[in-house]
């Protein structure tokens, strides 16, 4: 279970990484570090906790809702010194990663497993 979680997060985070580096002007390092920081936040909730929680069949879009939401606010919190981006852009930017993420891992997801 470890090792699929491990495979998915890095699948996320390679999906993740060109969504949030055009949409945040920062050199690659710092660029890399966010999105890592944004997904260890996120990612093991939504794979490990967000199941137990919401016992529904509908649990991944719940969850995703609350990643999205929850990506945007640290994104606006790790920006705010920098004064570059309002609350409403980086939420823009944490769905549109996210959404991209959500649609090719699981087209991904498919191809392997058949």
């Known amino acids: 279970m470890a090792l699929l979680w491990l495979v998915a ?9 060109p969504v949030y580096a055009w949409g945040i002007p920062r050199n690659g ?10 997904n260890l936040t996120t990612h093991p909730c939504l794979c490990f906790v967000a199941p137990k929680l919401l016992t529904f ?3 991944i879009y719940v ?3 609350l990643v999205w ?5 640290l994104l606006t919190a790790l920006l705010q010194d920098l004064r570059i981006q309002p609350f409403a852009r980086n939420l823009i930017l944490a769905g549109a990663a996210n959404l991209f993420s959500y649609l090719i891992g ?7 497993l058949g």
């Open 9 to 17: 997060f890095v699948w996320t985070l390679a999906l993740e990484l």
């Open 29 to 38: 390092r710092w660029i890399l570090g966010t999105v890592f920081l944004l």
């Open 57 to 59: 069949d509908g649990w």
């Open 63 to 65: 969850g995703e809702i």
């Open 69 to 73: 939401i929850t990506e945007g606010l």
């Open 106 to 112: 699981t087209q991904l997801l498919k191809l392997l």
